[in-house]
Structure formats: structure tokens, C-alpha cells
């Protein structure tokens, strides 16, 4: 989920990022016992429902209590995992973490019984641009200089919460627009032609002040009107974890459903720019991926503009975002372009 952009090429359209290992997740442990694997599956199995959901705040604990209880009997598999050796660190003590995957069926039973919506693996990458100050001197955070301190954290809620992140090279071409202090005040038009490149689906400003083992970070998403902004502090882990945690809450609330449907809604849609079987598979991968939708059938392809009928569980506005994920295909507004008995019309992006 974290993506290393250094071998980045810039000149085509960013792909829809597509989260694996839902079902799967970890936690440090102290042993190999069965006794402490079986312990901490509650913990893992409710962190993976809350990767699915995307917004923790819709779980409901006493509802949880009974089926956390029994996680145990919803493994899959099972790996323990040494992390000195994965950071080539040669220390002598112990550093292990328990991963494991639950079952998928008996997880989205879980979902279905709680009447959970459940987030696919189509997200949006969100480009993250970081000033930190540290003892008064600012600092632009990129891939090359970022400390350990702050990556490995990150790196972390990603994973956990499944929301992929894209962090800048802050190589001379982003160095025309940006600098620390232009992020560090925000300064949107800077950040925002700084970004184009990325072709990320959002933008997020992230600036931490750390001081007496405190750290405050002050979060923004988005730009201008429609901009969301937040804070978080404490110990670094945990200022970080705590404003991330906000982030997906944010995100996933604009991507997915309210409640688990079993109601399929058909929609109709137009595709404008389809000129050609490239196009034609770039838009079905782009439609096939979202596990939301239920089947997508051909209702006709003439004159560059495909028509489509989409089954899917879900409303017709968190379609409409899904679709837009990976800057594919861009919403076109129906009131310039109208199109008898379309529900939605897209335009396929270079």
C-alpha cells in the first residue's frame, strides 16, 4: 500500500490502486504459543473488519463482544514473522508479529449479520506532501530523507487501515513548485501544481511539529471549499495513528455504501472516448475490478460511446466515485451533455 514512486513513470494515467490482503492482519506477540495466538485473534479479527468497513466509527462493540469471542474459530492460516530480519537489524532480541488471515466467507458473514457495508479493494491513493519542524527548522519530508521514525508509522496505519499512500520524490521538478515552508503554510496552488504529476486521486498536507517527545500534527485534505482539516497529538505513533485513523473515516464514508445491500440497483451508463479495443479493455478492467458491482453487461458500442448496464449493491453516487478512481474515466455533468436514458455519463481519459 505504501508506494515507492522512484522508478515512477509520469507520462501515463495513474492505475486504480487495489488493496490486498483484506482479510489479513498482525500485531506483535511476545511468543509462538497457541495460547497467545488465540488471544490475539480477537484484536486482528476486528481489525480486519474495520479494513473492510473503512469507518470505525460504525462498529457497534457490545454487537462485536459474542463474535470476537469466537475469532479464533475464523482462521485461515496463520505466519509469524521475525522483523529484525525484515530490517536487517542485528540485534538479539526477540522482535516477532503474528499475521493472520480469516477466513473470507465467515468475515463477510460477520459483515452481512452486523448489516456492515463493506469497502472493495478499489481505493483512492492519496499523494501525501509533509513539512515537519523539529527544534524550530522545517524540513520537506520525501522518500529519500524521510526518517525511519516517521515512514515506519506511516508505512504501519496504511497497511492496517488499507488505504494506500503516495509519498513525493521531492526531486528538482517538485522542488519548482514546493519547498518546506510553502507546505508548511499550505500554500494550495504551489501544492496543488506540484502534484499534478502523481495523478493521485487526493492530496493531503500533513504538518508535524514535534517538541518534548510531543508531536502535533496539523492535517488537511483536499483544497479550497471542499477541504477537510483536522489535528492530532501525542506520542509520534500515536498523533500519527490518531489523525490517520480520521483520514480513512473521512475517505471511506465517500466510497462506500451506509449499510450492507443485498438489493441490486441497475444503472445506466455511457462511456464517451471509447474509440478502439484498447479503450474498450481499459474500461472493463477499470468496471471489473470494483467489487461492488454485481455484473456489467454491453448494451451497445457505437461511434466512440459504449453503453453499459451495471448491477450493483449500492447507491448510484458511491458508483459514480468508485468508477472515477485511478483517473480513468471523469464524470461528465448531464446537464452539458445529454444522452437519452443514461443514468451516468463518463469520459475515458487518455
Known amino acids: 500500500l505504501f508506494y515507492l514512486l522512484i522508478l515512477l513513470s509520469f507520462s501515463s494515467p495513474t492505475k486504480a490502486a487495489e488493496v490486498t490482503h483484506l482479510y489479513q492482519s498482525s500485531t506483535p506477540v511476545k511468543t509462538q504459543s497457541i495460547d497467545e495466538r488465540n488471544e490475539k485473534a480477537a484484536t486482528l479479527f476486528k481489525q480486519v473488519l474495520i479494513k473492510l468497513v473503512g469507518d470505525e466509527t460504525i462498529l457497534d462493540e ?91 508509522p506511516l508505512q504501519n496505519v496504511s497497511d492496517q487501515r488499507g488505504l494506500p499512500i503516495l509519498i513525493p520524490l521531492n526531486d528538482l521538478e517538485d522542488l519548482k513548485y514546493v519547498n518546506a515552508d510553502k507546505v508548511g503554510a499550505v500554500d494550495e496552488s504551489a501544492i496543488q501544481k506540484a502534484s499534478q504529476r502523481y495523478k493521485a486521486d487526493d492530496v493531503l498536507v500533513m504538518n508535524i511539529k514535534q517538541k518534548n517527545n510531543q508531536t502535533m500534527i496539523r492535517w488537511q485534505l483536499g483544497f479550497g471549499a471542499n477541504s477537510i482539516k483536522w489535528t492530532s497529538e501525542g506520542f509520534n505513533d500515536a498523533a500519527i495513528k490518531k489523525g490517520f485513523a480520521f483520514l480513512v ?26 474509440n478502439n479495443y484498447a479503450d474498450f479493455n481499459r474500461v472493463f478492467k477499470t468496471v471489473n475490478d470494483i467489487d461492488e458491482i454485481d455484473s456489467v453487461k454491453t448494451e451497445s458500442i457505437n461511434g466512440g460511446i459504449l453503453k453499459l448496464v451495471i448491477s450493483f449493491s449500492g447507491d448510484g453516487s458511491t458508483l459514480k466515485r468508485l468508477l472515477e478512481v485511478g483517473n480513468v474515466l471523469s464524470s461528465v455533468d448531464k446537464t452539458v451533455t445529454t444522452v437519452p436514458s443514461a443514468d451516468q455519463i463518463f469520459r475515458l481519459l487518455p
Open 249 to 274: 473515516n473521512t475517505i471511506a464514508k465517500r466510497y462506500k455504501s451506509d449499510s450492507f445491500s443485498s438489493d441490486e440497483q441497475t444503472i445506466h451508463i455511457v462511456i464517451q472516448g471509447v
Open 62 to 152: 457490545n454487537k462485536l463482544k459474542p463474535i470476537l469471542a469466537n475469532a479464533q474459530a475464523s482462521i485461515q492460516q496463520y505466519e509469524y514473522i521475525d522483523n529484525n530480519a525484515l530490517r536487517h537489524n542485528p540485534t538479539t532480541s526477540d522482535d516477532l508479529s503474528l499475521k493472520l488471515t480469516f477466513d473470507k466467507s465467515a468475515v463477510d458473514n460477520v459483515l452481512k449479520q452486523l448489516n456492515l457495508p463493506k469497502w472493495g479493494k478499489v481505493r483512492p491513493d492519496i499523494l501525501v506532501w509533509i513539512s515537519s519542524e523539529v527544534n524550530g527548522e522545517r524540513t520537506l519530508q520525501g522518500l529519500e530523507n524521510m526518517p525511519q521514525s516517521l515512514f515506519l
